[in-house]
């Protein structure tokens, strides 16, 4: 019940600021208060399943912060920030099977992230959102048995977030940049491309043999390594 009221109470807001913006359609807090409350209407409607209204929320969302930020073309946070709503935009598309709307999603993500390296090319978060960018395109590129494009954009993935580290040697983003280079060997495999997904193994070892004994991640790559050379 109290959910249900809450998304009563944004779609309510949401009819007011388009109320206000047929008088001022380019006002910038209006339209960021509009692309706000969509975007908080689409996560309750994602909580009740509602997967078809939480689409259609979030890209009124995207419609309403690109008029807004269309007015501080300079400002890469903002760029950035738009740039993460369209990935999630990308991702939910992907999980109802919606794929060739979910690509075009994850390009436009990228092509946000790109602007805002422009602007900041020396904040590190920036390269390492793209990064992630790459490896969720790559992610549903192995689902989707594409293996050669995966692993074009997996490289390109690990090439941003080693950019990302050399700017800042963020833990959390060696892990990130660990973990693509695991599931570029995963992908390698699959091609038979067997020394090379050994050598990313084995890179991605290098940051994983720094978690405590017996964790699942240098587990499960231990098996995966040994087995690999078992092959040989």
């Known amino acids: 019940m109290e959910q249900r009221e809450s998304i009563e109470t944004y779609t ?18 209006t339209n960021k208060r509009l ?41 890469s946070l903002n760029i950035s920030y738009l740039g993460t709503l369209i990935e999630r935009l990308a991702e939910l598309q992907s ?19 790109d602007t805002a390296i422009k602007l900041t090319p020396n904040d590190y978060c920036n390269h390492a959102l793209k990064a992630g960018a790459l490896t969720s395109v790559a992610d549903l590129q192995v689902m989707l048995s594409q293996y050669t494009q995966a692993v074009e954009n997996f490289e390109r993935s690990v090439a941003c977030y080693d950019t990302s580290l050399a700017l800042n040697r963020f833990k959390a983003v060696e892990f990130d940049k660990a973990r693509t280079l695991q599931k570029l060997g995963n992908c390698l ?14 890179a991605a070892m290098k940051v994983f043999s720094q978690l405590p004994p017996g964790d699942k991640h240098t587990r499960s790559l231990t098996q995966q390594i040994e087995k690999l050379r078992s092959q040989d």
């Open 35 to 75: 692309g706000m409350a969509n975007e908080k209407l689409s996560e309750l409607q994602l909580e009740q399943k509602q997967y078809k209204q939480a689409i259609k929320a979030l890209k009124q969302a995207r419609a309403a912060y690109e008029i807004a930020f269309s007015q501080t073309p300079d400002d």
């Open 12 to 29: 309510q807001a949401i009819a007011i600021y388009k109320t206000a913006l047929k008088f001022a359609p380019n006002d910038f807090n």
């Open 95 to 113: 999980s109802q099977k919606q794929y060739a709307q979910a690509f075009d999603s994850y390009q436009q993500a990228l092509t946000r992230y």
């Open 189 to 202: 495999q699959q091609l038979s491309r067997n020394s090379e997904a050994l050598e990313s193994y084995q």
